[in-house]
């Protein structure tokens, strides 16, 4: 029996990838300074290593597959396979942000007037990439973190740092001048692993599966019994993945309905489909859509 080695990203994303693989079919569970959490699959085998670093083990060999941020695959140039983008997040489940941040009070308006300046920021090549490709001259100095505080305190000029909902931005005192770029979670693979037939199918069956418990994320299903009078008007107003399922009852001049909606559509629909005629309306929460 082949095993798969697979990287799960520690720090803010690690809890939110557990529940996805959770929610996709997979238990991880983690062990108190343990690296290689509990996974009831004896076909993969987890280890908890840093997003930044999980490209290069992955590129090396020493992990098949992984999970972390385009940000840090671009960070480390590294030579692996995206099998897929997983946009999902800690906060907002939508892809994060890294900017170009001054304090608030600087005179600094756009990138330009950051020639000759200090730049403070964990995302070191992407950073000087950026600026060189737009021939602004610039002084990329690592940050180990609290970054925002280095604007603040005089460290540095600017920050390029990651935000979701710029609260942390904010909170500082600081003023974005620039995005930079988007990066959201992918699923990373080694180029040799994919070669082997077993691996490649694992790393598939595991992709789309990950994808279809993302696509459920805030769909629902909906189900309800309508009079024949009643049916297509009932068709008209639901929205849906594909067509609606639609069945006859058992001796009766009813049908049942079945569909999958988008969960914020559901408090503004269901009122409308009861007062045309639908009864029996279930709302029911979905795991995966394939």
């Known amino acids: 029996m082949g ?28 062990v108190s300074r343990n690296y290689f959490p509990e996974v009831d699959d004896p ?13 290069r083990y992955v590129e090396s060999g020493m992990l098949d597959a992984g999970i972390t941020g385009k940000d840090w695959t671009m960070e480390n140039d590294s030579d692996i396979e995206v099998v897929a983008d997983l946009i999902y997040s800690k906060v907002s489940k ?3 942000r890294w900017v170009v941040a001054v304090s608030g009070d600087s005179d600094i308006r756009k990138v330009e ?4 300046k200090t730049i403070a920021t964990e995302l070191v090549n992407v950073t000087r990439r950026f600026f060189a490709e737009r021939n602004v001259s610039v002084n990329i100095v690592f940050s180990w973190g609290a970054t925002e505080a280095k604007a603040v305190s005089g460290l540095a000029d600017a920050i390029v740092e990651v935000t979701e909902t710029e609260a942390t931005i904010r909170a500082h005192g600081l003023r974005i001048i620039h995005e930079m770029m988007q990066s959201n979670t992918q699923l990373i693979a080694n180029k040799d692993a994919l070669d082997d037939n077993w691996k490649r199918e694992k790393i598939d069956n595991i992709s789309m599966l990950l994808q279809g418990a993302l696509r459920a994320d805030r769909i629902v299903g909906l189900k309800m019994n309508v009079p024949l009078g009643m049916l297509d008007k009932v068709i008209e107003m639901l929205p849906s993945v594909t067509a609606p399922t639609v069945a006859k009852l058992y001796k009766q001049d009813w049908f049942s309905v079945e569909t999958v909606i988008s969960e914020h559509q559901v408090r503004d629909l269901v009122p ?13 929460t979905l795991n995966k859509v394939i």
């Open 3 to 30: 095993v798969l080695k697979i990287g799960i990203p520690k720090g803010s994303l690690e809890q939110a990838t557990i529940e996805l693989f959770a929610k996709s079919g997979w238990q991880i569970k983690l």
């Open 43 to 55: 076909e993969l085998s987890c280890f908890i290593c840093r997003p930044q670093e999980m490209s």
């Open 94 to 96: 939508k892809p994060t």
């Open 113 to 116: 007037d950051l020639e000759g």
């Open 272 to 284: 409308k489909l009861k007062k045309a005629g639908a009864e029996g309306i279930v709302e029911y």
